[in-house]
C-alpha cells in the first residue's frame, strides 16, 4: 500500500468525482465508486486501510441516510469518519447528516484550502490517542475539558429527554489586553476566577461547565421556565467587579435554546458561540441569543469568502480617495486611500461587511497589497500627467504589522511605480498598537527608519491610548470622529479634544481629525489649533478619477509646510476658558492657610472651591460629596491623617478612587513617586506657579474625562 492515507469518494456523478479528486489526489489516494452498494463492498476488504469517506447527499436520500446509519452501527466501519457533500447549502440537511453522525459537511461551490484543512483536522484527530483518551479536566482552572464537555453534556440530554437544556457560552472581551498589561500569571489567576463563578452559578442547578480554548467557557443549564439571564449576567460580573479594582473586565453571553432540530452537542455549542460573536464590542450588551438572523449572517459570510479571491482577481475592488485639508489655508493636502467592493451583481458592498471578516480570515493582506499597489499606480499616473500630488494614506492591518517580510513588500511597491516612502503614509489603528505593543513598535519603527509617514488610526477607541502615545514611534494622529461629534455645549467633550490636540504637540505629532461633517466642527477645530481635517464636510471618498480632476483644479499644499510643522516639545497652551457656568467643585487640602490662599485665587473663577486643613476633614467631605468633585488638590504633610493616607483611602473607596487627585508638596523624588504609585493624578511642587498649577489641572480633568469615557464603553 502507499504511504498515503486513503480516502473513499462515492458519488454517481462523474464530474464531481473528478472535483474532489483533483482537489485531494496530491495528499490521498482516491477510491472512486458511484453508490453505496459498491463502498460498502470496498470497506468490506479494505476498511483498515481508509481513513475517510466522501459521500454526496443527493446519490440517493434513503442509500445516503441509509449508509450513515450502516456505518455507525458496524463496529469495524464505525470509527471511519463520514463527511457528506452537496451540490448546495441547505441547513436542514446539515443538520440531519450532523445528527446522523457524519463529521463534516461540505456543500459545493467547494473551498479546496478550507477543506483540505477540514479533511486532515478529521483525520488526524481520529487518529491520535488524545480522541480515544478524552483529558477530562482543563488542567489551569479544573473544569471540564471541550472533549469531555460534550460528551457529558451528551449523556445529560439523553438521560432527561423531558427536560429543556440551553447551551451557555461565555467569552472574555479582550483578554489579550489582560495578559500584555498584567501579565499571563494574572491572566490564568482571572481565568481560574472566571471559570470558578461560572461553575458556581451552574453547579447547583444540575448543569455542567467547561473551558473550551483560553478564554472561551461552555455550560449546560437547565430550563425551570424562568429567565436565568439577567441573574447569571449580574451574579458573575459583580463578582468580578471586586476581583482588582483597576482591572476592568467584561464579560459576553451566548445563549442557544435547542429548537426541536436533532442537532449533535457540537453544533448546539457552535451556536451558542455565534450568538456570544454576534455581540464582541456592543457596549452594554451582556447576552444574546442565537436565532436565524445569526445564522443568516454567518451563510453571508461565507458567500463572500468563498467569492472574494473571484472578486479580486476581476478588479471588483476598487481604490477611492477622500481628501485632507490644511485648516490654515483650506488647501489639499493629502487624502487617505478607502477600498470599495462593487459587486456586479449586487452593487456596492460595505467595508462593514467585509474588512472585519478579511481581517479574521487572513485574505486582508491579499486585499491590502491591492490598495497599496493602485495607490502607488495612481500617484504615478497623476504625476507623469504634470498634477501636483499629495501623500496618500494606506491602511496597514494588524495581520500585516507581524508579517516580517513588510519592509520589502512596501519598498518594492513603491519603488516599482518610482516613488519615495514619504509619499505613501502608514495607517496603523490604535487597537493594533494594543495588542502586542513590543513587537508592534519595533515593526513601526523599522518602517519609520526607512522613511515612511506612520499616522495612528481611530485614536480614542483603544484602551490604552494615552499611556501608550508617549512610546510609539509614530509622526501624525488622526482623532476618533466620536470626539469631534460632541454637541457643541458639551464643555467636557471640547476640554477632552484640546486636551488630546495639545499633547499630540507636545509629542511633536501632526493631528488629523476625521469625521468632519459641520462648519462648526471646523470652526472649533480651528480654534483648537488642529492641523488638518477630513470628512463629509469638506468631500466624500470618490473614484481615483474624480480625485485626479480635484488634484489638477485645486489648490494643493506645499510639501515643505508638512516637513517643517514642529512643535515646542514641552509646553501645553493652558485653554480652561473664563465666565464659565461653575459646576464643579474643586476641594482644597492643606493646614496652611496662606497655601489654600493661593490655589484659592488661582482657581475661584472655575470652581466652586472647597477648603478644608486636615485629612480627617477632608475624607468626610469626599465620602459625602464624592459626585460633586471635579478634582482634590491634596498637600502631603498635615497632622492627623497625613495626605498619603487620604490618597490610599479614596483609591480603596469604590465611589471616590476614580476622582483625580493632584499632590502639591515640596518637591522631592521620593515624595513624587510614592504619590505616583498610590494613584495620584499628578504633583505639583510648591511654591506654587500659577500658569503651571492651571496646566496641570487642565491636563488632568480632562484626561480624567477621557478615562471616563473609555470605561463606559466597556
Given at each position: 500500500?502507499?504511504?498515503?492515507?486513503?480516502?473513499?469518494?462515492?458519488?454517481?456523478n462523474?464530474?464531481?468525482?473528478?472535483?474532489l479528486?483533483?482537489?485531494?489526489s496530491?495528499?490521498?489516494?482516491?477510491?472512486?465508486v458511484?453508490?453505496?452498494?459498491?463502498?460498502?463492498?470496498?470497506?468490506?476488504?479494505k476498511?483498515?486501510?481508509?481513513?475517510?469517506?466522501?459521500?454526496?447527499?443527493?446519490?440517493?436520500?434513503?442509500?445516503?441516510?441509509?449508509?450513515?446509519?450502516?456505518?455507525?452501527?458496524?463496529?469495524?466501519?464505525?470509527?471511519?469518519p463520514?463527511v457528506?457533500?452537496?451540490?448546495k447549502?441547505?441547513e436542514?440537511?446539515?443538520?440531519?447528516?450532523l445528527?446522523?453522525?457524519?463529521?463534516?459537511?461540505?456543500?459545493?461551490?467547494?473551498k479546496?484550502?478550507?477543506?483540505?484543512?477540514?479533511v486532515?483536522?478529521?483525520?488526524?484527530?481520529?487518529?491520535?490517542?488524545?480522541?480515544?483518551?478524552?483529558?477530562?479536566n482543563?488542567?489551569?482552572?479544573?473544569?471540564?475539558?471541550?472533549?469531555?464537555?460534550?460528551k457529558?453534556?451528551?449523556?445529560?440530554?439523553?438521560?432527561?429527554?423531558?427536560?429543556?437544556?440551553?447551551?451557555?457560552?461565555?467569552?472574555?472581551?479582550?483578554?489579550?489586553?489582560?495578559?500584555?498589561?498584567?501579565?499571563?500569571?494574572?491572566?490564568?489567576?482571572?481565568l481560574?476566577?472566571?471559570?470558578?463563578c461560572f461553575e458556581?452559578?451552574?453547579?447547583?442547578?444540575?448543569?455542567?461547565?467547561?473551558?473550551?480554548c483560553?478564554?472561551?467557557f461552555l455550560?449546560?443549564?437547565?430550563c425551570?421556565?424562568?429567565?436565568?439571564?439577567?441573574?447569571?449576567?449580574?451574579?458573575?460580573?459583580?463578582?468580578?467587579?471586586?476581583?482588582?479594582?483597576?482591572?476592568?473586565?467584561v464579560?459576553?453571553?451566548?445563549?442557544?435554546k435547542?429548537?426541536?432540530?436533532?442537532?449533535t452537542?457540537?453544533?448546539?455549542?457552535?451556536?451558542?458561540k455565534?450568538?456570544?460573536e454576534?455581540?464582541?464590542?456592543?457596549y452594554?450588551?451582556?447576552?444574546?441569543?442565537?436565532?436565524?438572523?445569526?445564522?443568516?449572517?454567518?451563510?453571508?459570510?461565507?458567500q463572500?469568502?468563498?467569492?472574494?479571491k473571484?472578486?479580486?482577481?476581476?478588479?471588483?475592488?476598487?481604490?477611492?480617495?477622500?481628501?485632507?485639508?490644511?485648516?490654515?489655508?483650506?488647501?489639499i493636502a493629502?487624502?487617505?486611500a478607502?477600498?470599495?467592493?462593487?459587486?456586479?451583481?449586487?452593487?456596492l458592498?460595505s467595508?462593514?461587511?467585509?474588512i472585519?471578516?478579511?481581517e479574521?480570515?487572513?485574505?486582508?493582506?491579499?486585499?491590502?497589497?491591492?490598495v497599496?499597489?493602485?495607490t502607488?499606480?495612481?500617484?504615478?499616473?497623476?504625476?507623469?500627467k504634470?498634477?501636483?500630488t499629495?501623500?496618500?494614506?494606506?491602511?496597514?492591518?494588524?495581520?500585516?504589522?507581524?508579517?516580517p517580510a513588510?519592509?520589502?513588500?512596501?519598498m518594492?511597491?513603491?519603488a516599482k511605480?518610482?516613488?519615495?516612502?514619504?509619499e505613501l503614509?502608514?495607517?496603523?489603528?490604535?487597537?493594533?498598537?494594543?495588542?502586542?505593543?513590543?513587537?508592534?513598535?519595533?515593526?513601526?519603527?523599522?518602517?519609520k527608519s526607512?522613511?515612511?509617514?506612520?499616522e495612528?488610526?481611530?485614536?480614542g477607541?483603544g484602551?490604552?491610548?494615552?499611556?501608550?502615545l508617549s512610546?510609539?514611534?509614530?509622526?501624525?494622529?488622526?482623532?476618533d470622529?466620536?470626539?469631534?461629534?460632541?454637541n457643541?455645549?458639551?464643555?467636557?467633550?471640547k476640554n477632552?479634544?484640546?486636551?488630546?490636540?495639545?499633547?499630540?504637540?507636545?509629542?511633536?505629532?501632526?493631528?488629523?481629525?476625521?469625521g468632519?461633517e459641520t462648519?462648526?466642527?471646523?470652526?472649533?477645530?480651528?480654534?483648537?489649533?488642529?492641523?488638518?481635517?477630513?470628512?463629509?464636510?469638506?468631500?466624500?471618498?470618490?473614484?481615483?478619477?474624480?480625485?485626479g480632476?480635484?488634484?489638477?483644479?485645486?489648490?494643493?499644499?506645499?510639501?515643505?509646510?508638512?516637513?517643517?510643522?514642529?512643535f515646542?516639545?514641552?509646553?501645553v497652551?493652558?485653554?480652561?476658558p473664563?465666565?464659565?457656568k461653575?459646576?464643579?467643585?474643586?476641594?482644597?487640602?492643606d493646614?496652611?492657610?496662606?497655601?489654600?490662599?493661593?490655589?484659592?485665587e488661582t482657581?475661584?473663577?472655575?470652581?466652586?472651591?472647597?477648603?478644608?486643613?486636615?485629612g480627617?476633614?477632608a475624607?468626610?467631605?469626599?465620602n459625602?460629596?464624592?459626585n460633586?468633585?471635579?478634582?482634590?488638590?491634596l498637600?502631603?504633610?498635615?497632622p492627623?491623617?497625613?495626605?498619603?493616607?487620604v490618597?490610599?483611602?479614596m483609591r480603596?473607596?469604590?465611589n471616590?478612587?476614580?476622582?483625580?487627585?493632584?499632590?502639591?508638596?515640596q518637591?522631592g523624588?521620593?515624595?513624587?513617586?510614592?504619590?505616583?504609585?498610590?494613584?495620584?493624578?499628578?504633583?505639583?511642587?510648591?511654591p506654587?506657579?500659577?500658569?503651571?498649577c492651571?496646566?496641570?489641572?487642565?491636563?488632568?480633568v480632562a484626561?480624567?474625562?477621557?478615562?471616563?469615557?473609555e470605561?463606559h464603553?466597556?
Open positions: 500500500m502507499s504511504e498515503k492515507k486513503t480516502i473513499l469518494v462515492v458519488d454517481e462523474i464530474s464531481n468525482r473528478k472535483i479528486y483533483k482537489i485531494f496530491d495528499d490521498y489516494e482516491i477510491i472512486e458511484e453508490n453505496e452498494k459498491q463502498a460498502v463492498e470496498i470497506l468490506k476488504e476498511y483498515k486501510y481508509i481513513s475517510l469517506i466522501l459521500i454526496d447527499i443527493v446519490l440517493s436520500v434513503i442509500d445516503n441516510y441509509a449508509f450513515l446509519k450502516k456505518s455507525k452501527s458496524m463496529p469495524e466501519l464505525a470509527i471511519i463520514v457528506v457533500t452537496a451540490q447549502y441547505c436542514y440537511d446539515e443538520v440531519n447528516v445528527s446522523m453522525g457524519a463529521a463534516d459537511f461540505f456543500a459545493n461551490p467547494y479546496p484550502q478550507i477543506i483540505k484543512y477540514r486532515a483536522n478529521i483525520i488526524n484527530l481520529r487518529e491520535t490517542a488524545a480522541f480515544a483518551n478524552i483529558i477530562e482543563d488542567m489551569l482552572t479544573g473544569l471540564y475539558t471541550q472533549e469531555a464537555f460534550y457529558v453534556a451528551k449523556d445529560l440530554l439523553r438521560e432527561n429527554p423531558n427536560k429543556q437544556y440551553d447551551i451557555v457560552c461565555m467569552d472574555i472581551e479582550n483578554f489579550k489586553l489582560v495578559n500584555d498589561m498584567y501579565g499571563e500569571l494574572e491572566g490564568d489567576r482571572l481560574c476566577f472566571v471559570g470558578e458556581k452559578f451552574i453547579q447547583p442547578t444540575g448543569g455542567y461547565a467547561s473551558r473550551i483560553s478564554d472561551v455550560g449546560i443549564i437547565p425551570f421556565g424562568q429567565s436565568y439571564e439577567v441573574d447569571m449576567v449580574k451574579t458573575i460580573n459583580d463578582a468580578l467587579a471586586f476581583y482588582m479594582a483597576n482591572m476592568k473586565i464579560i459576553k453571553f451566548g445563549i442557544y435547542p429548537s426541536g432540530l436533532p442537532l452537542i457540537r453544533a448546539m455549542c457552535d451556536r451558542a455565534l450568538a456570544v454576534s455581540i464582541k464590542f456592543k452594554d450588551v451582556f447576552y444574546a441569543f442565537y436565532n436565524e438572523e445569526i445564522g443568516i449572517h454567518l451563510y453571508e459570510e461565507q463572500i469568502t468563498a467569492e472574494m473571484y472578486a479580486l482577481e476581476k478588479k471588483q475592488f476598487h481604490v477611492y480617495f477622500q481628501p485632507k485639508y490644511n485648516l490654515q489655508n483650506d488647501r493629502g487624502a487617505e478607502l477600498v470599495r467592493w462593487i459587486h456586479p451583481k449586487k452593487g458592498i467595508p462593514a461587511n467585509f472585519p471578516l478579511f479574521r480570515n487572513g485574505f486582508i493582506t491579499d486585499l491590502d497589497r491591492y497599496w499597489d493602485n502607488c499606480k495612481k500617484i504615478r499616473e497623476w504625476r507623469d504634470g498634477y501636483k499629495v501623500p496618500i494614506s494606506v491602511n496597514v492591518s494588524r495581520t500585516d504589522i507581524y508579517n513588510l519592509p520589502d513588500i512596501l518594492q511597491i513603491v511605480h518610482g516613488l519615495i516612502p514619504k503614509h502608514l495607517e496603523i489603528t490604535e487597537t493594533a498598537y494594543t495588542e502586542n505593543p513590543k513587537q508592534i513598535i519595533q515593526a513601526v519603527a523599522h518602517l526607512l522613511g515612511f509617514i506612520i495612528m488610526d481611530d485614536f477607541s484602551y490604552s491610548s494615552l499611556n501608550m512610546e510609539l514611534p509614530i509622526d501624525v494622529l488622526k482623532l470622529m466620536k470626539f469631534i461629534q460632541c457643541s455645549q458639551q464643555s467636557s467633550c477632552i479634544l484640546s486636551f488630546i490636540i495639545s499633547l499630540a504637540k507636545w509629542l511633536d505629532l501632526l493631528v488629523v481629525a476625521e468632519v462648519h462648526e466642527q471646523v470652526e472649533r477645530l480651528r480654534n483648537m489649533d488642529c492641523n488638518y481635517v477630513q470628512g463629509f464636510y469638506y468631500a466624500k471618498p470618490m473614484p481615483a478619477e474624480d480625485f480632476s480635484l488634484l489638477k483644479n485645486s489648490e494643493i499644499d506645499d510639501e515643505e509646510d508638512f516637513e517643517n510643522m514642529h515646542n516639545t514641552g509646553h497652551e493652558a485653554s480652561i473664563t465666565g464659565v461653575k459646576m464643579k467643585t474643586m476641594l482644597i487640602v493646614d496652611v492657610e496662606i497655601n489654600r490662599a493661593v490655589l484659592v482657581f475661584k473663577e472655575l470652581y466652586n472651591i472647597v477648603e478644608a486643613d486636615n480627617s476633614v475624607l468626610n467631605y469626599i459625602e460629596h464624592y460633586e468633585i471635579e478634582i482634590v488638590l498637600d502631603l504633610i498635615m492627623e491623617i497625613d495626605g498619603f493616607q490618597l490610599r483611602e480603596k473607596n469604590e471616590t478612587r476614580w476622582i483625580p487627585v493632584i499632590i502639591t508638596s518637591s523624588e521620593n515624595s513624587e513617586a510614592k504619590s505616583l504609585l498610590l494613584g495620584a493624578s499628578d504633583f505639583i511642587a510648591k506654587y506657579d500659577t500658569s503651571v492651571i496646566r496641570r489641572v487642565e491636563n488632568v484626561y480624567a474625562m477621557m478615562k471616563e469615557q470605561r464603553k466597556n
